[in-house]
């Protein structure tokens, strides 16, 4: 009964959000275009976690990683010597903005990588990070914030979110910058997020109006737009910044996604489907295995006691009537149409499937 609710709920969700869809709506430059060669570059490390409630990994690795840091302190250990649970292996990771300077901070992800429990109450110690050519962006150092705990004994143990991984809000300093070039020969070029031919020519047509002849659609996913020569570096920023809150209607593609595992359907604004005919009915066939003893008849001196297995099949079959839909307009009137049949959303996911194979389904099916 309960899972029958959770369908019916989630089909109430569907015809909702298709419902209040109304025609498309127009989004600004900058939220469905990003500048070429804006873009940030992902940086990495080998660090280690110190201050562990003996929750940390006691690896070789670690215990030599340890001895390398303190023998640059002048004391020569031997590795077994720092056979101990409070220390921990982990990755560093981080995004080193495009426009981060010299001096300022970024968040930094900390992840063992080693068997440690939880890096629960650690203090990252000094990592340098690195680019993917290998120069050093910048130096991550701090208490850990896991954002859980774990706790345990020899019976039973509670943990709460992941413990595994950290986080280090503004942990790092920027050692070395990475400059953005954005403008190459007074030219900004534009790419869009979901390359679309019609989405690009709006956009191209929307630059122009604010600066005449300025802008071209290169193809579906780029415009490239000619700013005016001998500009001040004042005046670039001004001219980006007016050109991404510039309005645009956005074209959205006629498309289906289905998830078959979680019975999750998303579709389009812009699917429709020809007038056709749908019957859909479900077929249950339950299979019993039941034990039972066979006796011979009474003061009979030849049957004997025998246990029988005997198996029991019930078949049933849900009645499904031809239902005609007729060729759908809007999104709205194809989720009342098909919200009419009484499906839930792992029948739908099969009718746009068989609509999609008769030719009905004027749309992209994308299975997930």
């Known amino acids: 009964m309960i899972d029958r609710l959770r369908e019916w709920r989630t089909i109430g969700l569907l015809a909702a959000l298709l419902i209040a869809q109304g025609p498309a709506t127009a989004g600004r430059i900058k939220d469905i275009a990003d500048i070429q060669g804006v873009r940030g570059n992902p940086l990495w490390g080998y660090g280690l976690v110190v201050g562990l409630n003996g929750t940390g990994d006691d690896s070789e690795v670690s215990r030599r990683a340890m001895a390398n840091i303190l ?17 921990a292996s982990v990755m ?5 903005q495009p426009f981060a300077r010299k001096g300022s901070r970024m968040d930094i992800t900390v992840s063992t990588i080693g068997n440690a429990s939880s890096l629960q109450g650690g203090t990252l110690l000094m990592t340098p990070l690195a680019g993917a050519d290998g120069e050093v962006y910048a130096v991550g150092q701090g208490a850990l914030s896991v954002g859980g705990f774990s706790a345990g004994g020899k019976s039973a143990s509670v943990s709460k979110n992941h413990v595994t991984v950290g986080r280090l809000p503004n942990g790092a300093t920027v050692e070395r910058e990475e400059l953005a070039t954005f403008a190459e020969n007074d030219t900004v070029t534009w790419t869009l997020r979901n390359p679309d031919f ?3 020519d709006r956009m191209a047509q929307a630059i122009n109006k604010a600066f005449p002849k300025a802008a071209r659609a290169v193809d579906a996913g780029t415009i490239r737009v000619l700013l005016p020569g001998k500009m001040a570096p004042q005046e670039i920023t001004a001219a980006i910044h007016r050109i991404g809150m510039l309005d645009v209607q956005v074209d959205q593609p006629a ?21 056709v005919a749908i019957s859909h009915g479900s077929l249950s066939i339950i299979k019993q295995e039941k034990e039972s003893v066979s006796q011979p008849a009474p003061l009979s001196r030849l049957g004997t006691t025998e246990k029988v297995n005997r198996t029991e099949i019930d078949v049933h079959e849900e009645s499904g009537s031809m239902q005609v839909v007729k060729r759908s307009l809007s999104v709205a009137e194809l989720a009342r149409a098909l919200n009419a049949l009484g499906l839930t959303p792992r029948d739908l996911v099969s009718i746009f499937e068989a609509l999609k194979e008769a030719g009905a389904l004027h749309a992209s099916l994308k299975v997930i």
């Open 92 to 96: 560093v990771t981080a995004e080193l």
């Open 255 to 275: 498309v289906v996604v289905v998830n078959e595992r979680t019975g999750t359907i998303v579709v389009g604004q812009n699917v429709t489907i020809s007038l």
């Open 71 to 87: 023998r640059r302190s002048g004391l020569v250990l031997n590795p077994k010597d720092l056979a101990s649970k409070n220390i």
């Open 198 to 200: 019609a989405t690009a």
